[in-house]
Each structure stands twice: as structure tokens, then as C-alpha cells.
């Protein structure tokens, strides 16, 4: 054989671990061979009677890995070894190593979890903690545990923690370490220029390299915007390059052309995003550039949508990267940062597991028939938060009753190989005979780029639609099969005559909590029905849409920006979704009464609103308690409260009024809409929920008014600082000797002048008489001339006469 890989050195250890156990963790670094040997070397053995599977993260390495390995056995693809992507397969009756993407393996073994006729489960890669790479594992090995105790299963992977996935697959299970044959790296740190843009210090550092090194060279940048914008800077630095993008957007051929060299032996600029990390080996390439950028997707909870973030590339990928310049040689990897910053990098980036929307992943295990993912064998197991958010979608969705187990129309949507969301579309539209529409539809938003850019989907579907490109074609294809799978599936339930309904509303049906409502006049802010709030750029020709259903937004939850949607009518909603459309009865406070309305809603947007004419009584009354107690010192009568609490009567306070409202409030407020309720019926109200030794307790320790030796009467005051108090004219004081007293407290007597003006405050009267009395007097006396002022008050009968008027009388 004339390839010579490091991996073949360990491989008598693997195949014997094998033959003893089921399982195996192999770890090699990157270009010792694992990828594109291993698989080949299990043919042979005796425990091997089916297919090998090898599964692959991206749809790019499987196919690469493939052909690589049908190219060292000699042979074309869909021979001995085959392939099978979404969007490309070869295989035969004689294939017996396939290479399948992640996602594909995990329908394969949701279909059949005896998984029959294969024998090895490879799965490569597996340090990235892809979704789909976790979930398959785990049903992998549930099904090696249950159903297959001869499965082997494998973990391959250049970086991964080995002893952590050995202990997954079992406590015995072997180890096997390659130290693979690296050649010499040199890492030149070119350090980081935030005023330059990334495309720009790319370009510079890729200009940098083709001067002074050897070789096609590697750059890495995080999305397809900053590739086509570093080509575009190439273009006018280096016109004689040969310049290919590589990502998942490009067609094969053209990732064949970035992987392969250059056949008439030009030299190679090949601008990747992180497909190009792991598995792919590219020949010829000796020089990496890397942005120091990773882009990934993350599941924003609250917003109910997955964006695309921006991070700082960790440790490992970086590791990863650099790797690729020293597979067939000695290479050179630049460095867009500086060295020292390097350790302050996260070492891996997070599995899938806590950023993605577990929503597939959910359904798959109920369709697994497992309810509580705990169950399974995890490396992370699934947060619980998230496992809620995806149960509610799936609910929504009608895939998940409320015990979570798999409904008929949950097998319906498992049925398809892609997300709910998008089966539901199409499903929908298989029941009205728009399967075909509908699965374009979801397919544009999972294939980014397709039909190009641009918000309105529509316009991206009838510019697809024209594409006659051979990824185009390919698409086409596969939404035709994801079509005729939706009609298999609906059967009978199909639709057989009618209209087919708009664009918006197959969308709407995968999607019915983004169905939005313009808010404003330029149309910049929405509201959808989910209770998000979203927002597009004026300059969209959807702004002028009242209605719009988001397939895709970009952003945080609150304000996230519309990237993906199609407008909608309302007359659509009422005539395609009735059933999402509810009549009830709103009532709303104005901030000072309730009003009743009548309202048509789909969920957080309002359709339609008028005045109820016969609005729920009880309801109204039941908002007005729950308005009166969230402030009730503004309701309740301060006074008598005050006076129950100083009495020390139970009965009257907070706590207990509030839970036993629905007995003394409500009846007041039957036929109101405020709480502008007489003083008199409240204390009455709240008077009759007291029994008699209360009342009792209540008038004799804390009675409502004080009397005077005049006859006068005075309301006593609870509420102040300096309780029990009254105000009171001094002359009706006269003749009284000893204090005044509430309960065993002496009554604080405000005392004031004939013109109600303060004097003083005293809880001594007797002391007061014989104190400062006298000054007081004076003052008077000089101010108030016509009335009495004795010298020895406590003598003198009281009166509130003046000094004439008091004289008659007692003449």
C-alpha cells in the first residue's frame, strides 16, 4: 500500500480491543490516519458481517472521506466504501464502509434501533460535541445495551478527554493512543489590530504568506461574508492567485477543487470557515492563516430563535487549525493575535448540548420512547431548562401530549428528516396539496445561501427556482423526496380539491408563534404572536407588510432582527388557521376602573377589539379585590384600622382582611367598575367581621371619640407617631383635675386657642394647670381678651363662651 499513515501502527491494538469488547475510544492527532484507515481495517474481522457506519460532522468531510478512502482501496465511491448526505449519496449492494453525516445516522437508528445489517458504529470526530453526535451516541449505546450486545461501537477523535468517554462506553473499555507523525509547526504570532477589519488583516496576513512561504495556503475566517469579502481584497492584492472558498454553501465540485491540488499545479489560496477544522485533510496546503473567529449557533431561549454568534476560536480549534499546515509536511500557521492572550482562550467550545434548541432532540428520544432524557448515557447530560423550552414547542407543535410521550402527529413530523418546525410545513401543506411548495420552503431556511440573500423568502424561492447550478439542482431534489415522504405519510388525510394556500400560511404551520404584527407605521417594530418582539429594517420591501411570518432573526431576544420572512394577510390567518384564532372576553384596568372588552386574538396579537356588552360579573369584581389588595392602604379606612391594631384586635388586620376580601369586600363591589366606595359601607363592611366581645374589646380599648368636660366631642387619632392624640380647645378643659386616659395610656392632649391655633401638647394636665399655665395665660389673655383665662383652671366650670357670654348664662 502506498500510503503510509501513523494510525497503522496502532491499529493491531484497536482491532484486538475489539475483538475482546464492544467498544473502544481511539485518539490520534490530526493527519495520523484514523478518518480514512480504521473503517477500511474493520472489514476483515471476523465480528463483521454488516455494514461499517462512520459518521461524520459536515456533509463536505464525509464526502471527502469517501472518496479518500475509495482512492487508497483503488476503487471509485459507492463501491466498497459509499456515502450519504442530504444532499448526495453514492452507495451499492456492495458497499460495506459508509460514511453518513451525524444527522442521518441519528434518523438511521430512530427508524431501527437494532440498527440490522451493521455491525460498527464509527463515530469520528466526536471531540466538536455536535447534537446530533451526542444523541446518536446515546441511542448507540443504548441500543449495543439492549438490543445488540454485538455492536461495537467506536470514539474517535484527536483532542478529546479519552478517559471521560471511556467511562461512557464502559468501565473496561480499551484506550488507544496514536502518537501519530507530526511534522515540525512553526506558529508566527502576528498579533491583533482592533481598528482593522477582519477581512482586511486576513487578506494582509495571506499577502504576507505568499511572499515569504511555500505552498498553498489556509485561511481560516468565521462566516461566508468575511470569505467572499477577503476574495474580494485578493482579487486586487494577488490577481495571479487561484482563490476558492470552502464552506458549506460551495457546490462539490468546488469543494473538491479546495480540497484536491490544483491539477495544472497552480499555487492555492483556500479561504474556509470552519468546516475545513477537522477530518479534511487539504492537500498541499502548508501555510494556515487563522482569524483567531469562530462562528457558531446558539439557541436563544427566550427570543425562541437560533442566531449566529461571533466568539473568540478556543484553544482546541486553534490547535485544530494550525494542525492542517503540518499534515503532509513541515508548515507554518499565522496567527491573528498575540501569544500571550492565547491561554486566556476557552480551551474547547461548548458542546452543542447547552447552546442548541432541543427541540429534534426531544422528539427523537420520544420517539425512542424514552420521556425523561436522565435515562440515557450523556458525556453533558440535556440542561432541563432547555428540555422545557422544547417540549413546549413540540406541544405546540401537537408532536408531545402532556406527559411528553409521542403523539400520532409527533410520528408524522419524526417521519421527515428534518427539524418539527420544518416537518410541520410540510406536513401541513401535504394535507392541502402543497407539499411541493412547502418543502422548498423549509428548506431555504436551513440552507443558507440558496436563492441568495435577502429577507423575503419569497423572493429567495423564486430566485431558487431559476437557479440551475448544481447545488440548485440538488436542493430541488431533496425537497421533491422530502414531498413525496410528507404525502406517504399523510396518506388519506390529504387534501383533494381546494386552493392551495399562500407561501406565508405553510410556513405559519411550522412556525405559528412567529406569525408577527407590524407596530408601527415604518414597519421596523413587530410583535408576534409568541409574545416576542422583533424588528426589520425599513428599507425591506416586507416593511410594508401588516403581517409577516419570521422564519429566521438574528439578535437577542429582545428586538431581534427579522433575516428571513414572508408576508402574510390577515385575511389568510382567519381562512387557513381558524383554529389559532381565539374570541374571549379581556378585562383591563384603566388605572382607575375596569373595562370589558371583546377581543379576537392570535395569542400576543390582537385582531380585533370592541366594548363586551355582557362582560362576566364575577370576573369584574374578582379583578377589583385583587386591585384593591395590591394597595389596600388606599382603599381600607386608615382610622379604624389603627384603632383595631392599637386595641389589639386580630380581627382588623392586613393579613386576615386581605385573605377573607371575597367576604367583606366583594359584595360591596357587585355592579361597580371602581373602587370609589362610600367611607360609611367600608367600616360597616369591615365592623360586621368582628364578633361581639370584639366590638366590645375594640370601643373600650381604643374608643372613636373623646368628650370634653364642655360637652365638646373630638375624634381620637390612632395613626400618628404619638397615638393615642386629640385637639382640643383648652377652655373646654376647665375643671377637669385628673388626666385623661385611653385604655392605661394617657391621652395626648393637642391643646389650641379659641382661633384653633397650637398651644401645646401634654399627657399632664394636672401639670400643665400648675406650670406653664401661667405664661400661657399671659399670652392669652393679651391675644384673645374677650374670653376667660382663670388662674386656676382646674376650679373654673368649662365653656367655650366668651367672658360675657359665660356670664349670662350663669346669671
Not at 487578506?203 to 505552498?215: I, L, N, S, Y
Not at 412547502?438 to 436563492?451: F, N, P
Not at 427556482?465 to 388519506?492: N, T, V
Request: charged share 25%; aromatic share 4%; net charge neutral.
Amino acid at each position: 500500500m502506498s500510503y503510509d499513515l501513523p494510525i497503522y501502527s496502532v491499529l493491531p491494538d484497536l482491532l484486538a480491543a475489539l475483538r475482546k469488547q464492544t467498544g473502544a475510544v481511539l485518539v490520534a492527532p490530526p493527519g495520523a490516519g484514523k478518518t480514512t484507515a480504521v473503517a477500511p481495517a474493520l472489514i476483515g474481522e471476523e465480528w463483521c458481517t454488516g455494514t461499517i457506519i462512520l459518521t461524520s460532522p459536515r456533509r463536505v468531510a464525509a464526502r471527502a472521506a469517501a472518496e479518500r478512502m475509495a482512492e487508497m482501496l483503488g476503487e471509485k465511491p459507492g463501491e466498497t466504501i459509499g456515502y450519504l448526505t442530504r444532499l448526495d449519496s453514492k452507495r451499492s449492494s456492495r458497499t460495506q464502509v459508509l460514511v453518513v453525516t451525524e444527522a442521518i445516522f441519528v434518523n438511521t437508528i430512530l427508524a431501527d434501533p437494532e440498527l440490522t445489517g451493521i455491525s460498527a458504529v464509527l463515530f469520528d470526530e466526536a471531540h466538536e460535541r455536535h447534537l446530533d453526535s451526542d444523541l446518536g451516541l446515546a441511542l448507540a449505546l443504548e441500543s449495543r445495551g439492549v438490543l445488540r450486545e454485538d455492536l461495537r461501537v467506536l470514539v474517535m477523535s484527536a483532542t478529546i478527554d479519552g478517559a471521560r468517554f471511556a467511562q461512557l462506553l464502559g468501565q473496561d473499555t480499551a484506550i488507544v493512543e496514536s502518537e501519530g507523525g507530526a511534522y515540525p509547526l512553526r506558529i508566527e504570532w502576528l498579533g491583533s489590530s482592533p481598528q482593522l477589519p477582519v477581512e482586511d488583516a486576513v487578506a494582509q496576513a495571506v499577502a504576507t504568506a505568499w511572499r515569504e512561504e511555500d505552498g498553498d495556503i489556509l485561511a481560516f475566517l468565521p462566516g461566508v461574508r468575511e470569505i467572499e469579502r477577503v476574495r474580494e481584497r485578493l482579487e486586487t492584492r494577488l490577481p495571479s492567485a487561484l482563490t476558492l472558498p470552502l464552506h458549506g454553501q460551495v457546490d462539490p465540485a468546488g469543494q473538491r477543487a479546495a480540497i484536491r491540488r490544483d491539477p495544472a499545479g497552480h499555487r492555492r489560496i483556500v479561504l474556509a470557515t470552519a468546516i475545513a477544522e477537522t477530518s479534511l485533510t487539504l492537500d498541499g496546503v502548508t501555510v494556515v492563516v487563522d482569524a483567531g473567529l469562530s462562528r457558531r449557533a446558539e439557541f436563544d431561549r427566550a427570543a425562541g430563535t437560533t442566531h449566529l454568534v461571533t466568539h473568540r476560536a478556543s484553544q482546541a480549534a486553534a490547535a485544530q487549525r494550525a494542525g492542517r499546515a503540518a499534515r503532509q509536511g513541515p508548515g507554518v500557521a499565522y496567527r491573528l493575535w498575540e501569544e500571550g492572550g492565547h491561554g486566556g482562550r476557552q480551551p474547547y467550545d461548548p458542546p452543542e448540548m447547552v447552546t442548541a434548541d432541543l427541540a429534534p432532540l426531544v422528539l427523537g428520544l420520544a420517539q425512542w420512547g424514552t420521556v425523561d432524557p436522565a435515562s440515557l448515557q450523556w458525556l453533558d447530560p440535556p440542561p432541563v431548562a432547555s428540555v422545557s423550552a422544547a417540549r413546549s414547542t413540540l406541544e405546540a407543535l401537537g408532536a408531545l401530549d402532556s406527559e411528553g410521550r409521542i403523539t400520532a402527529r409527533g410520528e408524522q413530523l419524526a417521519g421527515l428528516p428534518l427539524d418539527p418546525r420544518g416537518a410541520a410545513t410540510i406536513l401541513f401543506g401535504a394535507g392541502h396539496g402543497a407539499e411541493a411548495q412547502a418543502a422548498q420552503i423549509a428548506l431555504l431556511l436551513q440552507e443558507r445561501g440558496l436563492g441568495g440573500r435577502g429577507e423575503d423568502l419569497e423572493a429567495r424561492l423564486s430566485r431558487w427556482k431559476a437557479d440551475r447550478s448544481a447545488r440548485a439542482e440538488a436542493s430541488r431534489k431533496l425537497a421533491g423526496r422530502w414531498a413525496r415522504s410528507a404525502r406517504g405519510l399523510i396518506g388519506a388525510q390529504a387534501a383533494q380539491n381546494g386552493d392551495e394556500p399562500p407561501l406565508g400560511i405553510l410556513l405559519a404551520a411550522g412556525r405559528p408563534e412567529f406569525i408577527a404584527k407590524r407596530r408601527d407605521a415604518s414597519g421596523e417594530n413587530w410583535i408576534a404572536a409568541g409574545g416576542r418582539g422583533f424588528v426589520l429594517d425599513t428599507a425591506s420591501p416586507l416593511a410594508r407588510a401588516q403581517f409577516l411570518v419570521v422564519g429566521d432573526a438574528q439578535g437577542q431576544a429582545k428586538g431581534a432582527r427579522i433575516t428571513a420572512a414572508i408576508a402574510l394577510e390577515e385575511a389568510d390567518l382567519e381562512r387557513w388557521l381558524p383554529d389559532r384564532i381565539e374570541r374571549r372576553q379581556v378585562l383591563r384596568w384603566t388605572g382607575d376602573r375596569v373595562e370589558a372588552l371583546l377581543e379576537r386574538r392570535l395569542g400576543a396579537i390582537t385582531l380585533a377589539r370592541g366594548p363586551d356588552p355582557t362582560p362576566d360579573a364575577q370576573a369584574i369584581v374578582d379583578m377589583l379585590v385583587d386591585k384593591a389588595l395590591e394597595n389596600p392602604a388606599e382603599l381600607l379606612p386608615a382610622e379604624l384600622l389603627a384603632r383595631a391594631s392599637y386595641a389589639g384586635v386580630e380581627g382588623l388586620a392586613s393579613v386576615g382582611l386581605a385573605q377573607t376580601a371575597d367576604l367583606w369586600l366583594a359584595p360591596l363591589l357587585q355592579g361597580r367598575r371602581d373602587l370609589n366606595l362610600p367611607k360609611g359601607k367600608l367600616v360597616d363592611a369591615l365592623l360586621g367581621q368582628l364578633d361581639w366581645d370584639s366590638r366590645q374589646r375594640l370601643d373600650r380599648l381604643a374608643p372613636r371619640e373623646f368628650t370634653s368636660p364642655a360637652g365638646t366631642t373630638h375624634r381620637i387619632d390612632y395613626t400618628g407617631d404619638d397615638t393615642p392624640s386629640v385637639e382640643v380647645r383648652v377652655q373646654a378643659l376647665f375643671g377637669l383635675e385628673r388626666h385623661p386616659v385611653v385604655g392605661d395610656t394617657p391621652l395626648l392632649l393637642k391643646l389650641t386657642s379659641p382661633a384653633g391655633r397650637p398651644i401645646q401638647s401634654t399627657r399632664d394636665l394636672p401639670g400643665f394647670w400648675r406650670g406653664s399655665w401661667t405664661d400661657v395665660r399671659k399670652d392669652m389673655k393679651g391675644r384673645y381678651p374677650k374670653h376667660r383665662w382663670p388662674e386656676e383652671p382646674w376650679a373654673e366650670k368649662p365653656s367655650l363662651k366668651t367672658k360675657n357670654a359665660f356670664s349670662r348664662s350663669e346669671g
